[in-house]
Nanobody, 125 residues
Framework: QVQLAESGGGSVQSGGSLRISCAAS????????MGWFRQAPGKEREGLAA???????TYAESVKGRFTISQDNAKNTLYLQMNNLKPEDTAMYYC???????????????????WGKGTLVTISS
């Protein structure tokens, strides 16, 4: 069982930056892959980025170049650095973990094993 807890959400002005975190517990982080998703009001959940145990990232086209996923295996923590934020980035951001799916495409297509409860990011214009 893996427990995930997001933090770091908040309100930022358009053009600003924010880093959100996801603390993982219950299993050594190096044994599974992790990813970030978001869901805006009235919209479907969207996969953003994923990272495997070796640190290889994959990104959705919508955030490539603006968002960076990283991890600190020693701290069992996943990060998402978000730059040049736009009002359309406003959403609840969720952390996910999976023992088999290690790209964001596979996570979206096949589902993930574990979800966090989310952290809210609000971008004002």
């Amino acid at each position: 069982q893996v427990q995930l807890a997001e933090s770091g959400g908040g309100s930022v002005q358009s053009g600003g930056s924010l880093r959100i975190s996801c603390a993982a517990s219950g299993y050594a982080k190096s044994f599974y892959c992790m990813g970030w998703f978001r869901q805006a009001p009235g919209k479907e959940r969207e996969g953003l980025a994923a990272i495997d145990g070796d640190g290889t990232p994959t990104y959705a086209e919508s955030v490539k170049g603006r968002f960076t996923i990283s991890q600190d295996n020693a701290k069992n923590t996943l990060y998402l650095q978000m730059n040049n934020l736009k009002p359309e980035d406003t959403a609840m951001y969720y952390c996910a973990a999976d023992f088999r799916q290690c790209t964001i495409t596979n996570m979206e297509n096949n589902g993930v094993d574990y979800w966090g409860k989310g952290t809210l990011v609000t971008i004002s214009s």
